[in-house]
């Protein structure tokens, strides 16, 4: 609840104590108002229950919820009749004391609906076994039948309880229920024999109607409309939409069953009421001399068939009276009107006394065996203050009851806080209210009250009627100011008041009663021939409830008034020595539709069922009051002292706390165990700072949080940070030393191996020449020769000095393979051709050296070879080789530019400008060539000399040794090439002649001719 107090603006206050202008109706009205239109129903005054019908259904009531209300704290939930049955519950079993729930308001209001809430929340929530299972079972199942029974259709309510109701529920001592009881307050009045337009007699009529099985139907001799019976159709509305007859009567035969009701029981009960919607169809003639006849008498014969009655002297009891006079019994019969009057009282008497059975039976059933001491919870289901239009002789006594009532709240209220005030140790403080015993004493008083007055008046010989009797009221009450009739009032006052009519001026509000019908009401007389035949029924029920007994007492029945206040104060005492809670229930329109709040009709309510008369005795001390825990841990943040927590007792921080909230003296007090606070004002301004306070320390708490999180968080990760690093620390020295230790045991074999590396293979050294061997060959394979033509290799060890020459040389015919494989035919020919230069040359000729690295050509150059040379080749041959040479002739040695051309046949050599063939020298011919060994180009085709060839061939060419060595081996002529030494070549000429050229060391290379020859310069080798 104190949570609650947030959101007081939109949903209002939850405690109507709260409310600062508590004396005001209309802020009363406007705080349930905001909560009914938020669907909140339930307000409180201090302890009592404001309930306003919602008519529709809420989601409030699951299972769930009965077990949030168990054993909290009244106050910590919102409003709740789970909060009422809770609380009761628990002061009943902490306490062991007896508890009462009192449930009033008007028809429609909710009442019964409340009751059965706290019903089924107290047979939920209490303990449990399966034998109590079977009580709590029964319990419940006592609604439908007293319901079915008890229950009507009225304008205001579709299930209108026409019965006060009090029920016991007994508990052990661990709580568990183990029986009930309960007290009816039938109002014997008109519903059953009179109902207006749009109402319904009790439900069982219908039910049986509507939910009987033909062959049941048939034994009670009715047929299924309800039109047909004059009690079950006065008011045309036999079908209700919100009730289901059929249902409704299987729930009820079940609840019979389950309530051990035997099948004779049963069927006696449903005569009974077949019986009475029967008798509501006898009607009267009158006969010549104007007595009573009976019209239809099969319908008597019926009715008696079913009471177990004579027929005849049922008949003759309804048409007749025996009068007692001078000792002499005399038959008198009735006029129509008596007849009439006769067969309603009868109805109306069977019917009421069968419900007492009923009740009886029920309690029979209910009533627990065992004698230990128990304790009871009682529920009052109870109609509420009654004013109408034209108010009768039932709305006198339902009010009267209600100023019961009223009295005991404002006792047991006052009691109870007087109690508190002592209790507490704080001074009492005066409550200022109407105490309205006054009026209760007008209607109840022995001879001066209007119940007695009203006795007196029916019971008193002579003509009294209902006018003599309003004339005894202002005879002997006139005076009381709280009676007002036309007579007694002023001028203004008898404009509202009629001459047959009195008003009470009632704690609620006033209320002008009509005195039309009091005196026969209040008698209700049955005549005694009836009372008789139903003492002989053979109807078990009818006979329990006419018992023969009765006719024999001399003394007259008491009348319905002193019957109703003889129950009432039973019922007061009985709640008097109970502690009281109270439910105050409130219908919100009369249209029983949701969501609709009629301010005229709540307001109308809020007043007669005293509420603001509640609110003031509540508030006549103070608004507020809590235990001090309660209050000083809720507020305790608002003071430096009480926060974050108070060392000292609780009371002296609740004083501490007020002080510094500056109350002033006469706004609160401290009791013992509780504080006071006098004002709303005072409590909702603490709230509001609280509120405030509330978000200051969310977010100091919040950082703080926030702050320790992260410090919390920071600390975990250094903690891990340093853990781990010192782990981390330990692994890496533990490998430095592994590794340190390795090394040195490693350095040591090392050491060792290499010491006794040259001794055969052992333990020693083994290692040590695995590792010699090992990174000599990844040596090797980091250096292995790029080609062929490297002949590097890295130094071996001398351990392995074989197995570096075996490798070098398998490495070697390794590449020298791949070299091979890798050369082409044109590249092999002329690897060939520098092969056979090499032997030609090499070391014999100076410039061989530098031809080697300088290819020889592959294939003739196409440019230096003429068409016309090509046609002078002979046929089938080709040109192998092709160069520009420069020839000297034999005779005068003038050089000649030619160009040469071997083929597979011979050597050609042809003018270079005009392409004729100059000399052919077909290999067959040629007899060998010379060159020196000097570093010149000039060389001699050694051919014969006769008439048709030309002799020997001086050539001069720069690539020489191509030449030479294609010539060569073109011409197979290698073993003929003659290199020499000396300083002159011989060559031949025509003529059997011999030429001459000489060598001459120097550096310039140069051919000139001399007389005797050429003379060759070139450097020497
Ligand atoms: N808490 C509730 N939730 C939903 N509907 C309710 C509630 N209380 C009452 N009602 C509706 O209002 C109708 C009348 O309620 P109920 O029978 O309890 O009134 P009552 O005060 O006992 O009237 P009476 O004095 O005529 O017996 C119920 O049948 C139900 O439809
Ligand atoms: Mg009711």
């Known amino acids: 609840m104190e949570g609650a107090l947030t959101a007081r603006d939109r949903v209002g206050v939850q405690d109507l104590v709260l409310l600062e202008d508590y004396q005001s109706e209309t802020a009363f009205l406007h705080n349930i108002k905001k909560r009914f239109k938020e669907k909140l129903i339930y307000t409180y005054i201090g302890s009592v229950l404001?309930?306003?019908?919602?008519?529709?259904?809420?989601?409030?009531?699951?299972?769930?919820?009965?077990?949030?209300?168990?054993?909290?704290?009244?106050?910590?939930?919102?409003?709740?009749?789970?909060?009422?049955?809770?609380?009761?519950?628990?002061?009943?079993?902490?306490?062991?004391?007896?508890?009462?729930?009192?449930?009033?308001?008007?028809?429609?209001?909710?009442?019964?609906?409340?009751?059965?809430?706290?019903?089924?929340?107290?047979?939920?929530?209490?303990?449990?076994?399966?034998?109590?299972?079977?009580?709590?079972?029964?319990?419940?199942?006592?609604?439908?039948?007293?319901?079915?029974?008890?229950?009507?259709?009225?304008?205001?309510?579709?299930?209108?309880?026409?019965?006060?109701?009090?029920?016991?529920?007994?508990?052990?001592?661990?709580?568990?229920?183990?029986?009930?009881?309960?007290?009816?307050?039938?109002?014997?009045?008109?519903?059953?024999?009179?109902?207006?337009?749009?109402?319904?007699?009790?439900?069982?009529?219908?039910?049986?109607?509507?939910?009987?099985?033909?062959?049941?139907?048939?034994?009670?001799?009715?047929?299924?409309?309800?039109?047909?019976?004059?009690?079950?159709?006065q008011g045309k509305c036999a079908k209700v939409s919100s009730i289901n007859d059929r249902r409704d009567f299987l729930a009820v035969q079940k609840a019979l069953k389950v309530l051990e009701f035997s099948p004779k029981n049963i069927d006696e009960l449903l005569s009974i009421v077949a019986s009475v919607l029967h008798l509501g169809n006898v009607s009267f003639s009158a006969n010549e001399e104007g007595h009573a006849t009976v019209d239809r008498e099969h319908e008597i014969q019926k009715i008696a068939n079913l009471l177990g009655c004579q027929f005849e002297q049922l008949l003759q009891a309804l048409t007749h009276r025996t009068i007692e006079a001078n000792k002499e019994k005399m038959e008198s019969p009735l006029t129509v009107e008596q007849a009439l009057y006769a067969r309603d009282a009868l109805s109306k008497a069977i019917y009421g006394r069968m419900f007492n059975w009923l009740v009886l039976k029920l309690n029979g059933s209910l009533t627990s065996k065992d004698r230990m001491r128990k304790n009871v919870i009682g529920l009052l289901d109870i109609y509420g203050f009654e004013i109408f239009k034209s108010n009768s002789f039932e709305q006198f006594c339902i009010n009267f009851c209600n100023e019961k009532l009223q009295q005991l709240f404002i006792e047991l209220t006052l009691k109870q806080e007087q109690e508190e005030y002592r209790a507490e140790g704080i001074e009492w403080e005066p409550v200022e209210y109407f105490n309205n015993k006054i009026i209760c004493d007008l209607v109840e008083e022995r001879h001066q009250g209007i119940i007695d007055i009203l006795d007196e008046e029916c019971l008193r010989p002579g003509e009294a009627t209902d006018n003599t009797f309003l004339s005894k009221l202002e005879e002997t009450v006139g005076k009381h100011p709280h009676f007002i009739t036309h007579a007694l009032g002023d001028s203004k006052m008898r404009k509202t008041i009629g001459y047959e009519e009195f008003r009470l001026v009632h704690y609620a509000g006033e209320v002008t009663y009509s005195v039309k019908g009091f005196l026969d009401k209040n008698n209700d007389l049955l005549y005694r021939d009836l009372k008789v035949t139903m003492s002989v029924s053979k109807n078990e029920i009818v006979k329990e409830a006419f018992p023969a007994s009765e006719l024999t007492k001399l003394k007259r029945p008491e009348t319905v008034g002193s019957q109703f206040r003889t129950s009432l104060n039973r019922l007061m005492d009985i709640l008097m020595s109970k502690e009281p809670s109270y439910v105050r229930c409130i219908k919100p329109n009369d249209a029983k539709m949701a969501d609709r709040f009629d301010d005229t009709l709540v307001r109308h309510q809020v007043k007669y069922l005293g509420l603001m008369e509640n609110l003031r005795v509540r508030r006549a001390g103070f608004a507020y009051r809590r235990t001090h825990d309660i209050f000083l841990n809720r507020y305790k943040s608002l003071c430096p002292e009480t926060w974050p927590h108070y060392d000292g007792p609780s009371r002296k921080g609740v004083d501490v706390l007020c002080k510094y909230l500056d109350y002033k003296e006469g706004e609160y007090r401290l009791g013992k165990t509780k504080v006071f606070i006098r004002f709303p004002r005072t409590l909702f301004a603490t709230e509001d700072a609280f509120q405030i306070r509330k978000h200051e320390l969310a977010t100091i708490i919040q950082s703080v949080f926030r702050g320790w999180r992260q410090k919390k968080k920071f600390i975990t990760m250094r903690n891990a940070v340093t853990l781990l690093s010192s782990q981390w620390k330990k692994i890496l020295a533990q490998r430095l030393k592994e590794k340190r230790k390795k090394a040195t045991l490693d350095i040591r074999k090392f050491i060792l191996g290499f010491m006794t590396r040259l001794k055969p293979r052992c333990p020693e050294n083994a290692e040590f020449l695995d590792y010699v061997r090992y990174s000599y060959l990844m040596r090797v394979k980091e250096s292995l020769p790029a080609g062929v033509l490297d002949k590097s290799w890295i130094h071996s060890p001398a351990a392995l000095e074989e197995t570096g020459v075996l490798l070098q040389q398998l490495n070697m015919k390794n590449l020298m393979l791949k070299y091979v494989k890798g050369v082409s035919p044109q590249r092999k020919a002329m690897m060939e051709e520098k092969v056979l230069a090499s032997a030609i040359f090499r070391q014999k000729k100076k410039g061989y050296d530098e031809s080697v690295g300088n290819p020889f050509q592959d294939k003739p150059k196409v440019e230096q070879l003429k068409p016309k040379m090509l046609a002078t080749i002979d046929s089938g041959e080709q040109a192998l080789y092709c160069c520009s040479v420069t020839k000297f002739d034999r005779h005068g040695y003038h050089p000649r530019s030619r160009t040469l051309i071997i083929t597979s046949g011979a050597t050609y050599l042809f003018d270079s400008k005009d392409g004729k063939l100059k000399q052919k020298i077909s290999h067959n011919e040629l007899r060998g060539i010379s060159t020196s060994s000097l570093g010149d180009n000039v060389f001699v085709l050694h051919a014969p000399s006769d008439n048709k060839e030309k002799g020997d061939a001086i050539v001069q060419s720069t690539f020489v040794i191509e030449t030479i060595t294609k010539l060569a081996r073109i011409a197979k002529k290698d073993q003929d090439v003659k290199i020499v030494d000396n300083s002159s070549i011989l060559h031949d000429m025509t003529g059997g002649k011999q030429g001459r050229i000489d060598y001459v060391v120097g550096n310039e290379v140069s051919v000139t001719k001399t007389k005797t020859g050429l003379v060759v310069v070139a450097p020497a080798r």
């Open 50 to 233: 404001v309930s306003v019908n919602p008519y529709q259904q809420l989601g409030f009531y699951s299972s769930y919820h009965m077990e949030k209300y168990q054993g909290v704290n009244f106050y910590e939930m919102p409003p709740h009749v789970y909060a009422i049955g809770d609380n009761t519950y628990r002061s009943m079993r902490n306490e062991a004391s007896d508890q009462c729930i009192l449930i009033s308001g008007e028809s429609g209001s909710g009442k019964t609906e409340a009751s059965k809430y706290i019903l089924q929340y107290l047979s939920v929530c209490s303990a449990s076994n399966d034998k109590v299972e079977h009580i709590k079972g029964r319990l419940l199942q006592s609604n439908p039948i007293l319901e079915a029974f008890g229950n009507a259709k009225t304008h205001r309510n579709d299930n209108s309880s026409r019965f006060g109701k009090y029920m016991d529920i007994e508990f052990d001592h661990k709580g568990a229920p183990v029986g009930g009881h309960i007290l009816n307050y039938l109002l014997p009045f008109t519903i059953q024999v009179h109902q207006a337009s749009g109402e319904r007699n009790f439900h069982i009529f219908y039910q049986l109607l509507e939910g009987a099985d033909e062959e049941l139907l048939s034994r009670l001799m009715l047929q299924k409309t309800p039109d047909k019976y004059f009690y079950a159709s």
